[in-house]
Nanobody, 121 residues
Framework: QVQLVESGGGLVQPGGSLRLSCAASGRIFRINDMGWYRQAPGNQRELVATITRGDRSNYTDSVKGRFTISRDNAKNMVYLQMNSLKPEDTAVYYC???????????????WGQGTQVTVSS
């Protein structure tokens, strides 16, 4: 079985920073794309950033220049450095990953349980 666990959320003042981490564990042969999504109350889950195995990244417009996604393939980790946080960044943040559990298997998409980020004074 595969598990994704996020950490690093919390309460921060506007203009502050947080670093989210997501650890993938279990039966993992290879991880392809990884990403961060978020969901604010009353809203649909939205893409924040994605990163390929080769470190090509993509961001939603509202976080460009403020957030940075990175990964450590050796540790099966993905990170999200969030700077200059705004109240509108408040949401539950989820990581996901496309994971193959066997050499000849297909990639399946796995999700973490989420971590709350609250930006408020």
């Amino acid at each position: 079985q595969v598990q994704l666990v996020e950490s690093g959320g919390g309460l921060v003042q506007p203009g502050g920073s947080l670093r989210l981490s997501c650890a993938a564990s279990g039966r993992i042969f290879r991880i392809n794309d990884m990403g961060w999504y978020r969901q604010a109350p009353g809203n649909q889950r939205e893409l924040v950033a994605t990163i390929t195995r080769g470190d090509r990244s993509n961001y939603t417009d509202s976080v460009k220049g403020r957030f940075t996604i990175s990964r450590d393939n050796a540790k099966n980790m993905v990170y999200l450095q969030m700077n200059s946080l705004k109240p509108e960044d408040t949401a539950v943040y989820y990581c996901n990953a496309a994971i193959r559990t066997a050499r000849l298997g297909l990639y399946n998409l796995y999700w973490g349980q989420g971590t709350q980020v609250t930006v408020s004074s």
